[in-house]
């Protein structure tokens, strides 16, 4: 779930930054919920997707100096015991053998 969380937050930044409206550091970091060093480690993670990312002190904001754009999309599939099994095309997940694997350790 920490990664879920990440990609949430990574477009939460994005979001703030598409329109110009981040606050310093200090305020962002409040906004989001996290200390300063993860909003500079998630502007990090925007500038490795080839985001160029500048921040304006008079404005107070940080702000994009090219087109980019993120689109974070999670899907969750439940799966039922049998599909399971399909897919992964072994005995190994049927509820035996998870039993027995947990024998084992």
């Not at 550091?25 to 502007?43: D, Y």
């Not at 599939?77 to 599909?83: A, D, E």
Request: charged residues 25%; without cysteine.
């Amino acid at each position: 779930m920490k990664n879920l969380k990440t990609l949430e937050r990574l477009q939460q930044l994005h979001n703030l930054i598409a329109i110009e409206h981040t606050g310093t550091p200090k305020e962002l970091s409040k906004l989001l919920r996290i200390s300063k060093r993860s909003v500079h480690l998630l502007i990090k993670e925007l500038k490795d997707y080839d985001a160029n990312i500048g921040y304006s002190k008079s404005r107070k904001t940080y702000y994009y100096s090219n087109d980019f754009d993120l689109q974070v999309s999670i899907s969750v599939n439940v799966l039922t015991n049998n599909q399971v099994t399909k897919i992964f095309g072994g005995s190994y997940f049927l509820k035996n053998n998870l039993f027995v694997a947990r024998k084992l350790h």
